[in-house]
Nanobody, 114 residues
Framework: QVHLVESGGGLVRAGDSLRLSCAAS????????RGWYRQAPGKERELVAV??????TNYADSVKGRFTIASASANSMYLQMNSLKPEDTAVYYC?????????WGNGTQVTVSS
C-alpha cells in the first residue's frame, strides 16, 4: 500500500509564501512522474507542477515564476509557493504515477486572503 501525506498548508495573506511537503511511504525518485495538483471549490483538479522521470519539471502557466517543485529526499518532495494570490486558494494534493497505478494524498488546504 502506497501512502502520501501532505503538510504545510494554511491561511496566509496575498504576497506571502508557503512550502508544502509530501512524504511518501516508498521511494519516488525516478518514477514516471510526481507532482502537485490543486482543486478549488467548484472546479476540477488541475496540475500545478510535476517532475518527470528524467527530472524535468513542468508548471501550470498560472504559477510559473512563483512556485518551485523539487525533491527533498528519495521519498519526499516539496512545493515552494511564493507571491501567493487569492486565486491560489485550493486544496493541494501530491500525486504520483507509477505507470501501473496512480496514488494521491488526502490534500492540504491553502487559503490566501486578499
Amino acid at each position: 500500500q502506497v501512502h502520501l501525506v501532505e503538510s504545510g498548508g494554511g491561511l496566509v495573506r496575498a504576497g506571502d509564501s508557503l512550502r508544502l511537503s509530501c512524504a511518501a511511504s516508498i521511494s519516488i525518485f525516478g518514477i514516471k512522474s510526481r507532482g502537485w495538483y490543486r482543486q478549488a471549490p467548484g472546479k476540477e483538479r488541475e496540475l500545478v507542477a510535476v517532475i518527470g522521470s528524467d527530472g524535468s519539471t513542468n508548471y501550470a502557466d498560472s504559477v510559473k515564476g512563483r512556485f518551485t517543485i523539487a525533491s527533498a529526499s528519495a521519498n519526499s518532495m516539496y512545493l515552494q509557493m511564493n507571491s501567493l494570490k487569492p486565486e491560489d486558494t485550493a486544496v493541494y494534493y501530491c500525486g504520483i504515477d507509477l505507470m501501473f497505478a496512480k496514488y494521491w494524498g488526502n490534500g492540504t488546504q491553502v487559503t490566501v486572503s486578499s
